[in-house]
């Protein structure tokens, strides 16, 4: 069997043993598989040992597959047409925070309003949604002006919002009563 870090060094793929018969024996550590030994990450993805059933060469590729997905999240907003940095509202029991923001008119942003309580609620701002440009996948989570946050949710709204004063509010019973309101300053 040729070590997959000496084919890598010559620039090519590893073969990987045709029956499992060929594969190594348990206890026999070997290094070749394992993340430094390659010479580069595509060859490390493309790198079939873990069909050998060598769980350590498994558990590596895992862990790098995990890697490349979390340097794809981080790398993907770089590149796609994305709005301005997200407007985080947090909504808990019984606020919104900030009660009050400003948002730029015409600009395309990320309403991002996160529920962290355990009740559900809303956010409710029919004026201000109204006015807004939106596209359709974040129009069809506003309803009625407002936009219903179950208990322990996150909702995401992309909208170019239009010059001008608005307020919100929760229109769950007593909230705004209970301090669920705010005001949104759009320029
Ligand atoms: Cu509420």
């Not at 060929?22 to 430094?36: H, K, M």
Request: aromatic share 6%; hydrophobic share 40%.
């Amino acid at each position: 069997m040729k070590s997959c870090l000496a084919a890598m060094a010559r620039g090519g793929r590893h073969v990987p043993p045709k029956t499992p018969s060929e594969a190594p024996r348990s206890g026999v550590r070997l290094n070749q598989c394992d993340i430094l030994s390659h010479s580069n990450w595509a060859a490390a993805i493309a790198c079939p040992c873990e069909r050998w059933g060598r769980k350590d060469a498994g558990t590596s590729h895992m862990r790098i597959r995990i890697m490349l997905l979390l340097l794809g999240v981080i790398i993907a907003p770089a590149d796609a047409a994305m709005p301005r940095p997200a407007e985080v509202i947090v909504v808990s029991n019984f606020s919104f925070r900030p009660s009050q923001f400003e948002l730029r008119a015409g600009e395309p942003v990320l309403l991002e309003l996160r529920n962290e309580s355990g009740s559900g609620h809303s956010f409710s701002a029919p004026a201000f949604f109204a006015s807004a440009r939106m596209d359709a996948r974040s129009a069809a989570l506003v309803r009625d002006g407002r936009v219903e946050l179950p208990p322990r949710s996150q909702v995401g709204v992309t909208l170019s919002p239009t010059a001008g004063q608005y307020r919100f509010k929760c229109t769950h019973m007593f909230h705004a009563m209970l301090g669920m309101t705010g005001t949104i300053s759009v320029r």
